[in-house]
């Protein structure tokens, strides 16, 4: 900073240096570069703040820092969030650290921009020190989201990825019958509407009577305690939602449902329900999540429902109806023909529920409705609120092969996915014709529609570093033939030669020329170096190293060449050399440390590679190589610290190794699950600061 370095520079993520800082957990490099101006409001382009992040690490010493700094922890980001809103989400945020948040002015019932409250969120994430915290606060429970959600769906509805129960993902905690009871008697108490109807056609009443308790050990049954608190305070269980069903008669269905011998009769009341209200039997069906039963019974219960004279708003419903008609009877025409009459305009992202060669029209219209938000039925078998975005249907139709539909959507580039996060178009994945020419035509339209094919440098598994075939597949005359066709369009459409294959190749980090010479497929060599592919200096530097020819190497290294660890292989035992090309090391990939490790059982051959690399470690460690670094994202494991993989090895000589690296202030953050041996390793050399126990819930979310 005394060399006048701007604090503000950010890199190609947006990150600043306090954002760094403040993920390091480093107070004193937070505090000297508040105090050299550093703007605390900038983001990432991924919509983080220093104070947001700061929350979500639940630091309350940097948050100081930051307040002192007059930050105002009440002006969201760019993308919504709120220091407040992330805190909550957090295990480790005590009370402590949300009364800090509440005394420096976060107003706790502020919403997101989508209009989720930190209750919602403290509720989503069974956060029950926040949930209690905003109970003593007072907050309001009859605020809804920008999808008319209040904190009782959240808790109870069957949105997988939202509600507390029905949705408890992998690294979420859920909360007991005790505190599902807890929650819900607050929410009644402050006034949650209880006969407020969602989108999908639930009312509270129906999600406490229908609520399947969070594990079968627990002794209280939810719906039976519900339904006598309902009794006790006379609550009106006789109130029908818009499809005419009562709380009262779909508790005695599940009730049916739950008995395994009255289960059979269930059919038969949904029959007798479906006589007297057709709407009712539907939404009876569509809550029970019984589309796998008699299909005769099913049937019955859809046409009499379309053939009613007014049908109820079903909102949610819709692509649910749609869905179970195209699938269930796939085959039935007058079944069809009678959803389609009452509907005649299909709902968005039904696309793969159509067949695209009966009814092309309705497929068109479909895509055509672009991204929606929509409950949908998904593969394990549960309702869940998901984002449609049309570009998926695209994908779908470049994956068949049907130019004739998407010839169509070639003037609504805006349905199109252009450009990823990546860096490219993903449509270029799904291209799958066998015939040349509709191969042809196929990227062809992608280029009309300007969709990008990967035309900036380094840009990982590319479309065209996708085309890179393996080394087995480099070996089947049709594949190279294939490949080589498909890699000259693409480069023809502006994408760079440079850039990371697929991780099917022996390195996450082989570029297509070192495929190509590797795999001997020469041709492919000479189209690549034909549109600019990098490094050909590579082979001279290394024949340069070989002959122990400083000045050439200098040479080539001045003009642009790249040391890196093949390089670096090729000076062993030569100590000298070996030290110069470690002081002039240069390459921008993974650090070589990791290429020099290996752990003890390997489970690919760039592991066993690495463990003949071993002898390369210590000269790494005395020119100052870290081993306090994490690799870059690997496909199959994330990315990971250079200190786990040592103790995962079998390295005799661990503690010397860590003499130098002053390891202790180091922490490598991940969900480790270390063998018994390790923990061991841990223990001796009393590295338990560097592995703190974070479960999988505790880490930042914003961490990936």
Aim: with cysteine; aromatic share 10%.
């Amino acid at each position: 900073m005394s060399q006048g370095a701007d604090p503000n520079l950010s890199d190609d993520r947006g990150e600043t240096p306090l954002i760094t800082a403040i993920y390091g957990l480093s107070l004193e490099s937070v505090s000297v570069l508040l105090d050299a101006k550093a703007d605390p409001y900038l983001e990432t382009k991924s919509g983080i703040s220093p104070a947001v992040l700061a929350a979500d690490l639940c630091s309350l010493p940097i948050l100081k820092l930051l307040k002192n700094a007059g930050v105002d922890f009440n002006r969201p980001t760019k993308k919504g969030f709120l220091p407040i809103y992330t805190a909550i989400a957090r295990v480790r945020c005590d009370r402590k650290f949300l009364q800090f948040l509440a005394d420096s002015g976060s107003t706790i019932e502020s919403p997101t921009a989508s209009g989720v409250t930190p209750l919602m969120h403290a509720i989503r994430y069974t956060n029950m020190d926040a949930i209690h915290f905003l109970f003593e606060q007072n907050v309001s429970a009859t605020p809804v989201d920008k999808h008319g959600r209040d904190a009782l769906y959240y808790l109870l509805g069957p949105q997988q990825e939202i509600a507390a129960i029905n949705g408890a993902s992998r690294g979420k905690l859920l909360p007991s019958d005790e505190e599902v009871k807890e929650i819900v008697i607050y929410l009644i108490r402050k006034g949650t509407p209880l006969y407020r109807e969602y989108k999908d056609g639930q009312t509270p009443l129906l999600l406490l009577l229908g609520s399947d308790p969070p594990s079968s050990y627990y002794d209280y049954d939810l719906q039976e305690f519900f339904f006598k608190y309902c009794k006790t305070n006379q609550i009106n269980l006789n109130k029908p939602n818009r499809f005419g069903l009562t709380p009262l008669r779909y508790y005695e269905l599940i009730q049916k449902f739950e008995n395994k011998e009255s289960r059979k009769e269930t059919g038969r009341i949904l029959l007798d329900l479906n006589v007297k209200n057709p709407s009712a039997a539907f939404h009876a069906l569509f809550l029970m999540n019984k589309w796998n039963d008699d299909s005769t019974t099913i049937r019955t219960i859809l046409e009499s429902f379309l053939n009613q004279s007014k049908l109820p708003e079903l909102e949610w419903l819709e692509p649910i109806l749609w869905q179970k008609v195209l699938t269930i009877f796939r085959e039935d025409t007058e079944l069809k023909k009678l959803l389609m009459n009452r509907f005649p305009e299909p709902p968005a992202g039904i696309w793969d529920f159509l067949s695209i060669n009966t009814d092309t029209d309705l497929w068109l219209r479909s895509i055509q409705k672009g991204k929606s938000v929509q409950l949908a039925y998904n593969s394990n078998d549960e309702y869940s609120l998901q984002t449609i975005n049309a570009h998926e249907g695209i994908d779908s139709a470049l994956n068949q092969c049907r130019l004739d539909l998407l010839d169509k959507l070639s003037s609504q580039p805006s349905l199109w996915q252009l450009t990823s996060p990546e860096g490219f178009s993903k449509h270029f994945y799904y291209i799958n014709c066998e015939d040349e020419k509709e191969e042809q035509k196929s990227y062809q339209l992608l280029q009309s529609v300007q969709a990008n094919p990967g035309k900036d440098d380094w840009i990982r598994y590319s479309p065209l570093c996708r085309e890179i075939p393996t080394e087995d597949q480099s070996k089947d005359p049709k594949i190279r033939e294939r490949s080589l066709r498909r890699i000259s369009i693409l480069l023809k459409m502006g994408a760079s030669p440079n850039c990371y294959v697929w991780p099917h190749h022996w390195d996450d980090y082989t570029t297509p020329l070192d495929a190509a010479r590797k795999y001997g497929l020469k041709h492919l060599e000479e189209l690549l170096l034909s549109f600019g592919a990098e490094d050909p200096r590579k082979l001279p530097l290394q024949k340069a190293i070989v002959a122990k020819d400083k000045n050439k190497i200098q040479k080539l290294l001045d003009q642009g060449a790249v040391i890196d660890m093949e390089e670096l292989k090729l000076a062993k035992g030569d100590p000298e050399l070996l030290s110069y090309l470690l002081e002039e090391y240069n390459s921008l990939r993974r650090s070589p440390v990791f290429d020099t490790i290996g752990i003890l059982k390997p489970y690919d051959d760039v592991e066993a590679e690495a463990k003949k690399n071993r002898w390369l470690l210590p000269f790494l460690l005395k020119k100052g190589f870290s081993l306090k670094v994490r690799s870059l994202e690997e496909p199959s494991v994330g990315s990971s610290c250079a200190i786990e993989k040592i103790l995962n090895s079998d390295l005799k000589n661990i503690k010397s190794l860590l003499k130098s690296q002053n390891i202790l202030d180091y922490s490598c953050r991940d969900n480790h699950g270390f063998t018994k041996e390790v923990n061991e390793k841990i223990k001796y050399l009393k590295l338990e600061s560097v592995f703190p126990e974070l479960q999988e819930y505790e880490e930042s979310y914003l961490y990936k």
